[in-house]
């Protein structure tokens, strides 16, 4: 949900997904549309009648918040057989060396230094 945050942020409504806010009716509001526009159609109508953004993230985030009990295995596994012998290039390797790094600590696994170094 940290897409949600960044997305609401420029916008100047990042407080409404937030429990206990004071934002106004017109903010709200505009959440609501960034949601609507940003959710699949069936989802849209499942939630139509909430009207509160922080119940609806709520709501979002207990369906499709379990990325990292997913991804996180895949992204190790794809770690754990990275080899430079496998890219025919060294700009395809380093991108994708510097994308699992990222993903993996996105999703809490922490990479060293040392376990960059070893992989190249």
């Not at 004071?22 to 139509?48: D, G, P, W």
Request: neutral net charge; aromatic residues 12%.
């Amino acid at each position: 949900m940290i897409d949600v945050k960044m997305h609401l942020d420029p916008i100047g409504i990042q407080n409404v997904i937030y429990e206990f806010n004071e934002c106004s009716t017109q903010e709200k509001a505009k959440a609501r549309v960034f949601f609507c526009k940003h959710i699949n159609e069936m989802l849209r109508f499942e939630y139509l009648d909430i009207t509160n953004p922080n119940i609806l993230q709520n709501h979002l985030k207990e369906i499709f918040n379990h990325q990292k009990e997913v991804i996180l295995p895949n992204c190790r596994d794809e770690w754990r057989i990275l080899r430079f012998q496998d890219f025919k290039k060294v700009n395809e390797y380093n991108s994708t060396l510097f994308r699992m790094c990222s993903q993996l600590k996105y999703y809490g696994h922490k990479v060293t230094d040392e376990d960059v170094l070893e992989k190249t």
